[in-house]
Structure formats: C-alpha cells, structure tokens
C-alpha cells in the first residue's frame, strides 16, 4: 500500500546550521507530496508541496524536490532559527483514489538551539 | 477566511461515555477530512465529505464511531462507548480548489 518513511528524530542543531529532513514514500501511481510543520500547541501548516516529479516546493527559506527516480522529497533549508523549532510532517496525496486523503509519515521532532 | 474551526479545544471523559466533536470548515471549501493523531504519529485518514456526502471511511472508523455533515457546512464527529484507545487528537481538515488542506487545531480526547 502507499506509504511515507521519515528519519526518525529528534534532530537538533545550533542557530544557522544546514537541516535536512529525510522522505520516502511506497505509492502506485503518481502523488502529489507535502510537507506540513506543526509548531508547539499549534495545529498542522502546510508549509510546501510538489505535485510532479522534479517540482520544487520552496516556502520560508525551506525547499524539496520531488525525485520520482528515488521516491523521496527530502525537505532542506540553508539555515534553520530557534523559530524553526517545531514537528515537520512529509504526506502524500493518495493517488490510488480520488479523496484526496493525505497519508502521512510518523513526524520529525527539530530542536534550534541558538 | 477565518480558517478550519474545531470545538471543543480538549475533552476528558470516562470510559463508556459519548462524546462528539464539531468541525467548522473554510465556507468555500467542499471536501472536508477528519484525521486522527496519536501521541508521536502522524495523522491517520478517518473519513471524508463532500457537501454533505460520507464518500470515504477508513477501516479505523468503527461502528462507535459516526460522522455527519449536514448541509454540507460544519461535521460532527461522535464516538458512542468511548475506550481508552480512543484517546487521541482528532484532526479536521478542508480542501481548496487546489487540492491544499487546511487543518484546524484538532480536538484533544483523553478517556480516563
């Protein structure tokens, strides 16, 4: 069935530091791919999204390309503040029907430390 | 756009009691989505509207659980019986013309 794999966390890194957060997905078909940030108390943004393959979803300094070859969509940013700090969430649109019912992974925990 | 509404907020029940949750929706929007997330995973798919139809139910969705969406405006999500495994935080989502969905900031259910 479709599913979607994240790096397990927590991942924590100083104030300016690279972040990527790693996704792969299982889907027959073609998804659309997410990535939704959840902030402490707060409930789920989206935060990008990748409806093709080699679209790049780019939004607050974070980016990820959807990479049919690999089945990934690893999201990135140059450098990560403490406001990063929050649970992100790679989903996929499901594509074996037409609901659009999101199927997401298990969340990564980032800490910033300044 | 005031965005996805829920109510309430949080909600502490005993075991065996029902309870029922409301979802107010983007106007626009037609489809709406309800999830549920526990502590450390993602959100899971429970069902989906839209207008006012029940197209899609999970296998999640037991029989003591209901969702309504009359009129296609607000949904009600109940669960008769609650159990302790029913505790969980319980998302709702709508869905733009551009396939974007937007959550609401979930109902957090603790069964004691």
């Known amino acids: 069935g479709n599913s979607v794999t994240q790096m397990e966390g927590p991942v924590t890194l100083s104030e300016e530091a690279f972040l990527t957060i790693n996704c792969t997905y299982t889907a027959t078909g073609y998804p659309s791919l997410f990535w939704y940030v959840q902030y402490p108390g707060e409930g789920l943004q989206l935060l990008l999204k990748a409806t093709k393959a080699d679209d790049k979803g780019s939004n607050k300094g974070f980016e990820a390309t959807y990479r049919k070859e690999t089945t990934s969509f690893h999201l990135e940013k140059g450098s990560v503040q403490v406001s990063d700090s929050a649970v992100y969430f790679c989903?996929?649109?499901?594509?074996?029907?037409?609901?659009?019912?999101?199927?997401f992974g298990q969340g990564t925990t980032l800490q910033v430390k300044p | 756009d005031t965005g996805v509404s829920q109510d309430p907020r949080h909600k502490i029940t005993k075991r065996g009691q029902n309870v029922t949750f409301r979802c107010d929706p983007i106007s626009e929007h037609n489809r709406l989505y309800w999830y549920r997330q526990t502590l450390g995973q993602g959100p899971e798919f429970l069902t989906y509207?839209?207008?006012?139809?029940?197209?899609?139910k999970s296998r999640l969705l037991s029989d003591r659980f209901s969702a309504e969406r009359p009129k296609g405006s607000f949904s009600t999500l109940e669960i008769q019986r609650t159990e302790q495994g029913d505790s969980a935080m319980y998302l709702c989502?709508?869905?733009?013309?551009?396939?974007?969905?937007?959550f609401g900031p979930g109902t957090r259910l603790t069964v004691t």
């Open positions: 509207f839209q207008n006012e139809a029940q197209l899609e």
């Open positions: 989903a996929l649109s499901d594509p074996s029907s037409n609901t659009g019912k999101l199927i």
């Open positions: 989502a709508s869905r733009d013309r551009y396939y974007e969905q937007y």
